[in-house]
Every structure is written in C-alpha cells, then in structure tokens.
C-alpha cells in the first residue's frame, strides 16, 4: 500500500485493522454500505465518503439503508448512490455488507433479519462502546475515536488513499455533527487535526454548516417549540426531560430527524447532569435518548435498558405506553444520579 497521503498518524492497532477491512473491501465485486435506523451525520458521511473511496478504486459499491437518508444530508448523495428503497435486494446480491456507526446488527431495523437468514461476508466499522453483536469478518473498532468519519479517514490513510473534495466533505459533515460542531466532550485534540486536514482538501465549513444546521423547515421549529412545552426539570437531582406528542411529527410534517438536537435544551440547564427526551417509535415502543454533562456515564444506564451509546451521548427503546417507559426509565435514572455513578 502507499504511504500516508492525508497527514494525521494513525495508531498501530487501528492500522492493522483498517489493512485488514480495506483489503476486504476491495477484493469484492459488489459491496453494500449500510448504516443504522434514521441515520445521522456521521452514519451518513462516513458511508459516502466510503462510496466515493470505493469506487475509485473501481469497485461496484451502493448505499442501502433500513430508512432514508435524512434530507438534510442530501447535498452529499452522490447520483445513483443510494439504493435505500430496495435494500433488501442489495443485501441479497452483496459480496460483502459493510456496516458503519454501530455496532450491534439489531440497529439496523429490518434489514437485520435479511443478513442473519443470507449471512454475506462482513465487515464493520464503528466508534461505540458497548459489546460488539456483529457477523463475524473484519472490523476496525475504536471507542476512543470521535466519530466512525475518524475511522474511515484512518482507512485510507492506512490504505493510501487520497481524500477527494467530494470524500472530504463527507467525513467533514461527521466530525462536525457527532461532535455538536466541535462542543462536545468527544472533540479531541486528533479529531480537529483531522478536521483540519479535511479543510486543507477544499472543504468549506460555511456552506456545510448552512446545509446541516440552517435549512430548517418552519415545522422543524414549531416541534421544537412544542416539544420545550413539555420540559420538566428536577434540579435536586440534576435531572430534566422532554417528551414528544405522539402526533407531533405528523401535525408538523417533520420528521424524526428533525428532533435532532432537542435533548441539548434539557442539558443546557444550569445543574442538570441528565437529560432524557422520550419518543414514540411506533410498535407499541418507546425512543429514549439520553445526554449528561460531567462524569456521568449515561452508557451504563442505558445499557440497563438494552441500549448502548457513548459516556454522554447514548440511547434505548423499551416497550410501553409513554407513562410506562417515563416512569421506569425516570426511577432508575433519579437512582443513577441519587447513587452518584458515573
């Protein structure tokens, strides 16, 4: 493989198995990129920034995911690349299926049962903590990493591949969204060496900032607005959340994606340690995403709930009436932060 075209060393456990998942890859004719249920930016970025790597090197590779790719993210979709709406038929004809961003199969809705019944060759990628409850193959793995675009970039660096503007942008957009646009407690001294090697490739922070974060529809802000309605705070505890209507998506014309950020309301609160924003999900389950500030490990919580995450950022769906899930997931959480673990 060539040397390192893109400038940031990538750690030697990293690069042995970036070797291992980029040879996988490019030895296959046809590969599928998946990612998981109402994916966000980085789920996204890094399987387009790993669609356009792909191709380069003259491998057949399409996107199909269990949901559609959020329009927010559209500006990035190159033509022809997403085949999300027959995902199953790609799964079924894939020489390999590649997952990014998670790391559990169950995440990735219904296609989970289509690559447990076919079995294809696998491969992952991804930065979540938490037991890993994938296929066997290869799989590049760093919890420490701030966003699985970190990981894709240290695939082809390792790989010697260099990083287009159309690739760039991608990883870009996943950094800056998995990060809160560099405020949160992941952004690392290496992340923005990272984002600083991905700006030197032609990438502009302006336009992607004005296509992620300012192109709202009204309805994206009226939900916000309705949503705030319902914040409780119990500032003994340290503790605050929000839910949202059961018909709030529909009456608004919004989607799920566009709850995105809602829960860092709750945690911006002076005090607050926790902040939970419960959603229906339809199934007769529940959305619950959980945030915190300080030392506090909301993974663990979760984790108690069958979920998975980050130490601030993690989520888990239970099943429910939304009364039922708040008042269960409410107790343990008041007994997390009375308990004082972290």
Not at 278 to 284: E, K, P, Q
Not at 309 to 322: D, N
Request: with cysteine; hydrophobic share 45%.
């Amino acid at each position: 493989m060539n040397p390192n075209p893109n400038g940031v060393p990538v750690p030697p456990t990293r690069a042995s198995a970036a070797r291992d998942v980029a040879d996988a890859l490019t030895s296959a004719h046809h590969v599928v990129l998946t990612t998981h249920v109402n994916a966000d930016g980085d789920g996204v970025g890094s399987e387009i920034a790993l669609w356009y790597l792909l191709r380069a090197r003259g491998v057949s590779v399409s996107i199909a995911n269990p949901t559609g790719i959020p329009e927010r993210f559209s500006f990035m979709i190159p033509e022809g690349a997403d085949a999300s709406d027959h995902a199953v038929k790609e799964i079924e004809r894939a020489d390999i299926v590649a997952s990014l961003d998670i790391g559990d199969l169950s995440r990735l809705g219904s296609l989970a049962a289509v690559i447990n019944k076919r079995q294809p060759p696998f491969v992952c990628i991804d930065h979540h903590v938490g037991p890993v409850k994938l296929p066997p193959g290869p799989c590049l793995i760093a919890p420490e990493a701030t966003a699985t675009a970190e990981l894709v970039f240290d695939l082809a660096s390792v790989a010697g591949w260099t990083l287009t503007a159309e690739v760039a942008e991608a990883l870009y957009v996943g950094l800056l969204t998995d990060t809160g646009g560099f405020r949160f407690s992941n952004t690392t001294a290496r992340a923005l060496r990272v984002a600083a090697a991905l700006l030197e490739k032609g990438v502009d922070p302006e336009s992607i900032y004005a296509s992620v974060y300012a192109s709202a529809p009204e309805g994206r802000v009226r939900l916000l607005a309705e949503v705030l309605q319902t914040l409780v705070v119990e500032p003994e505890v340290g503790l605050a959340w929000v839910s949202v209507p059961a018909d709030a998506l529909r009456r608004h014309e919004v989607t799920a994606d566009d709850l995105d950020g809602i829960v860092e309301f709750p945690r911006s609160i002076a005090g607050v340690r926790m902040a939970l924003l419960f959603r229906h999900i339809g199934n007769g389950r529940i959305k619950v995403s959980f945030r915190s500030m300080g030392e506090v490990d909301v993974a663990a919580l979760a984790h108690q709930f069958g979920g998975g995450g980050h130490h601030r950022a993690a989520g888990a769906s239970l099943a429910g009436t939304m009364a039922e899930v708040e008042e269960q997931v409410l107790s343990a959480a008041r007994g997390f932060l009375a308990n004082g673990q972290s």
